[in-house]
């Protein structure tokens, strides 16, 4: 399967509820995956899961935003082509005015060094 390269002004972003249900993804998010913002949102966001993906790798994502903490990190995704591409993800708690938490994802391209770095890791996690 082939990278599919992001652009310098990619942005993708998405939210999701509690329970990492989506509600809401935007115009880059669904051009760079492949899935229409009908096919995305309600969906678990695992619909992006590329199977190189260390589990612990997750679990540290939610761990660290169950916390209220920002996470930062290298993330492979799975297109719905079948096709991969890596983003560099910012994932953040928000509130809103009736006390609710959702989560924000914000990802940009991420450099060759950065990848590299990430898949050497990977190989190691499980
Ligand atoms: C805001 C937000 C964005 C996420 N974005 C992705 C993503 O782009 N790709 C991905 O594989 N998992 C993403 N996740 C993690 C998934 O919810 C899920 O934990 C992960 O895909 C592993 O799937 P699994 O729990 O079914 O093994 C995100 C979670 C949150 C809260």
Same mark, same amino acid.
């Given at each position: 399967?082939?990278?599919?390269?992001?652009?310098?002004?990619?942005?993708?972003?998405?939210?999701?509820?509690?329970?990492?249900?989506?509600?809401?993804?935007?115009?880059?998010?669904?051009?760079?995956?492949?899935?229409?913002?009908?096919?995305?949102?309600?969906?678990?966001?695992?619909?992006?899961?590329?199977?190189?993906?260390?589990?612990?790798?997750?679990?540290?994502?939610?761990?660290?935003?169950?916390? +209220?903490? =920002?996470?930062?990190?290298?993330?492979?995704? !799975? *297109?719905?082509?079948?096709?991969?591409?890596?983003?560099? @993800?910012?994932?953040?708690?928000?509130?809103?005015?009736? +006390?609710? =938490?959702?989560?924000?994802?914000?990802?940009? !391209? *991420?450099?060759?060094?950065?990848?590299?770095?990430?898949? @050497?890791?990977?190989?190691?996690?499980?």
């Amino acid at each position: 399967m082939a990278e599919i390269e992001l652009k310098e002004t990619h942005f993708l972003v998405s939210q999701t509820d509690e329970k990492g249900v989506i509600t809401f993804a935007n115009e880059d998010f669904s051009a760079v995956c492949g899935y229409s913002l009908e096919e995305l949102v309600g969906k678990p966001h695992n619909i992006v899961r590329h199977p190189d993906m260390p589990k612990a790798a997750f679990k540290q994502l939610w761990d660290t935003i169950k916390s +209220g903490k =920002t996470w930062t990190g290298l993330v492979k995704n !799975r *297109a719905k082509s079948g096709d991969f591409y890596w983003v560099y @993800a910012t994932i953040m708690v928000s509130k809103n005015h009736e +006390g609710e =938490t959702s989560y924000l994802s914000a990802r940009k !391209r *991420a450099t060759p060094e950065e990848i590299a770095e990430a898949e @050497a890791l990977y190989r190691t996690m499980v």
